[in-house]
């Protein structure tokens, strides 16, 4: 007799999906600039934050992970199961906001990126890939699509690859990444609350969960966990390796950024970088052309795997909220309200970059709505991942209850101290 194919096979490769991707998501260009501010102001010195974080971010989207695969539903519609709709619109709106905003820095990004690299106009090539990123979520069926997303997280080794081409003395690096070295002043703290900012955002909660949702609607023997817990082991042993790595690859990423342009810009005096752009163009004479090129093409492929995650997790937690039919496996007649928020958020961000808004304020208001908005929704999360209404039998542990809410206070203290240093 012929064998029978096991419903549900994870060779290691396979195993890596929505996990690998929303961590790829998170080194966009925005968060470039950022790493890169970091690296040129202040040297190896803010090197342990990429290490710091790293626990509090896989704790945080582990809890996102299962929430999505446990209950076969997206964050926003767990929410409406236990708090007012009105405070799930108000954290959704404000999501949206920071959401559209951030698209529009990092269109304007890759335009500027591209122009540096063969010339042209930026705005004409922030309009290129606006509307490619537009056209590749709302006319390619998932599947292909998700693909596409992974593949693109390669372009993130562009990073790995100008650390290679620099000198660096990795004795230096150990000591400081290891022992921190702090500095008692606003400037230091403020890059500080930046950097956790950047790295726990909301909409990576958002799309994480969203997608574990996604992958489930695709695999036709796959199903809720509350529904089939047989399967509990394999799926939740799945996310955990997708999260664990997904988060190492985004916190390597930023660390070799942050190393690139403290090893260059930080040692040749160039101490202010407001876009990952001009942190691109700096290098140019410090470490020559082909690291140049590899740090631009880096922004363009990050920013084009940045853009669809940003607008679809504002589009999934409106759809969501609003109980409208969603996600990227339905077709656009399918799912109107949902591809029409993708449509707009991207069409708005795109937009915002042909007015008089200063993108650099624009973005740094962004990280306060993200900043602020971040610590309610971690909240929320951790209250529903305990809740037996919800997860019933796979309620979160208390290791992953412990680091989920250390995270959660973190976050807090950031934006505590962000307020105190206005």
């Given at each position: 007799m012929p064998k029978t194919k096991p419903k549900y096979n994870y060779p290691a490769l396979k195993q890596l999906g929505p996990g690998l991707i929303t961590g790829a998501a998170d080194?966009?260009?925005?968060?470039?600039?950022?790493?890169?501010?970091?690296?040129?102001?202040?040297g190896f010195n803010l090197l342990w934050t990429v290490v710091l974080t790293y626990p509090l971010m896989v704790g945080i989207q582990t809890v996102s992970a299962r929430i999505g695969r446990v209950t076969g539903q997206g964050l926003v519609a767990n929410m409406r199961k236990v708090f007012p709709r009105w405070l799930c619109f108000g954290i959704v709106l404000l999501l949206l906001i920071a959401n559209t905003i951030n698209i529009a820095a990092d269109i304007a990004a890759m335009g500027e990126a591209l122009q540096?690299?063969?010339?042209?106009?930026?705005?004409?090539?922030?309009?290129?890939?606006g509307l490619t990123s537009l056209i590749l979520q709302v006319f390619i069926p998932y599947q292909k699509y998700v693909k596409v997303l992974k593949w693109l997280t390669l372009s993130l080794l562009a990073y790995v690859a100008v650390v290679l081409m620099i000198n660096i003395n990795w004795g230096d690096v150990i000591i400081h990444t290891l022992l921190p070295h702090i500095t008692i002043s606003v400037e230091y703290a403020t890059i500080v609350v930046a950097l956790f900012g950047t790295t726990i955002s909301p909409y990576l909660f958002f799309w994480q969960a969203s997608q574990e949702v996604e992958e489930m609607r695709n695999d036709k023997h796959a199903s809720p966990l509350l529904h089939s817990p047989k399967n509990a082991h394999t799926q939740l042993r799945r996310i955990k390796i997708d999260t664990y790595i997904g988060m190492g690859f985004s916190n390597l990423v930023a660390f070799f950024i942050m190393l690139s342009t403290a090893a260059t810009l930080h040692v040749a005096g160039i101490t202010n970088i407001a876009t990952s752009a001009q942190a691109a163009e700096a290098l140019r004479p410090i470490a020559g052309n082909i690291t140049f090129f590899i740090f631009s093409l880096g922004i363009i492929?990050?920013?084009?795997?940045?853009?669809?995650?940003?607008?679809?997790?504002?589009?999934?937690?409106?759809?969501?909220?609003?109980?409208w039919s969603e996600g990227l496996d339905k077709k656009l007649a399918e799912a109107k309200p949902f591809y029409l928020i993708i449509t707009l958020s991207t069409i708005a961000g795109l937009c915002l970059d042909f007015t008089r808004i200063d993108p650099i304020k624009a973005l740094f208001w962004s990280a306060v709505i993200n900043g602020v908005i971040a610590v309610p929704i971690m909240a929320i999360m951790m209250i529903m991942g305990v809740r037996p209404e919800i997860m019933g039998a796979f309620v979160i542990k208390k290791n992953l209850r412990r680091l989920g809410w250390l995270a959660t206070m973190l976050m807090l203290a950031t934006v505590i101290i962000m307020i105190v240093l206005w």
């Amino acid at each position: 007799m012929p064998k029978t194919k096991p419903k549900y096979n994870y060779p290691a490769l396979k195993q890596l999906g929505p996990g690998l991707i929303t961590g790829a998501a998170d080194d966009d260009p925005s968060g470039i600039a950022t790493y890169s501010q970091a690296g040129a102001q202040f040297g190896f010195n803010l090197l342990w934050t990429v290490v710091l974080t790293y626990p509090l971010m896989v704790g945080i989207q582990t809890v996102s992970a299962r929430i999505g695969r446990v209950t076969g539903q997206g964050l926003v519609a767990n929410m409406r199961k236990v708090f007012p709709r009105w405070l799930c619109f108000g954290i959704v709106l404000l999501l949206l906001i920071a959401n559209t905003i951030n698209i529009a820095a990092d269109i304007a990004a890759m335009g500027e990126a591209l122009q540096l690299v063969v010339g042209g106009g930026e705005h004409g090539h922030a309009i290129i890939f606006g509307l490619t990123s537009l056209i590749l979520q709302v006319f390619i069926p998932y599947q292909k699509y998700v693909k596409v997303l992974k593949w693109l997280t390669l372009s993130l080794l562009a990073y790995v690859a100008v650390v290679l081409m620099i000198n660096i003395n990795w004795g230096d690096v150990i000591i400081h990444t290891l022992l921190p070295h702090i500095t008692i002043s606003v400037e230091y703290a403020t890059i500080v609350v930046a950097l956790f900012g950047t790295t726990i955002s909301p909409y990576l909660f958002f799309w994480q969960a969203s997608q574990e949702v996604e992958e489930m609607r695709n695999d036709k023997h796959a199903s809720p966990l509350l529904h089939s817990p047989k399967n509990a082991h394999t799926q939740l042993r799945r996310i955990k390796i997708d999260t664990y790595i997904g988060m190492g690859f985004s916190n390597l990423v930023a660390f070799f950024i942050m190393l690139s342009t403290a090893a260059t810009l930080h040692v040749a005096g160039i101490t202010n970088i407001a876009t990952s752009a001009q942190a691109a163009e700096a290098l140019r004479p410090i470490a020559g052309n082909i690291t140049f090129f590899i740090f631009s093409l880096g922004i363009i492929g990050t920013g084009m795997l940045a853009v669809p995650v940003l607008a679809g997790s504002a589009a999934y937690a409106m759809a969501e909220c609003f109980d409208w039919s969603e996600g990227l496996d339905k077709k656009l007649a399918e799912a109107k309200p949902f591809y029409l928020i993708i449509t707009l958020s991207t069409i708005a961000g795109l937009c915002l970059d042909f007015t008089r808004i200063d993108p650099i304020k624009a973005l740094f208001w962004s990280a306060v709505i993200n900043g602020v908005i971040a610590v309610p929704i971690m909240a929320i999360m951790m209250i529903m991942g305990v809740r037996p209404e919800i997860m019933g039998a796979f309620v979160i542990k208390k290791n992953l209850r412990r680091l989920g809410w250390l995270a959660t206070m973190l976050m807090l203290a950031t934006v505590i101290i962000m307020i105190v240093l206005w």
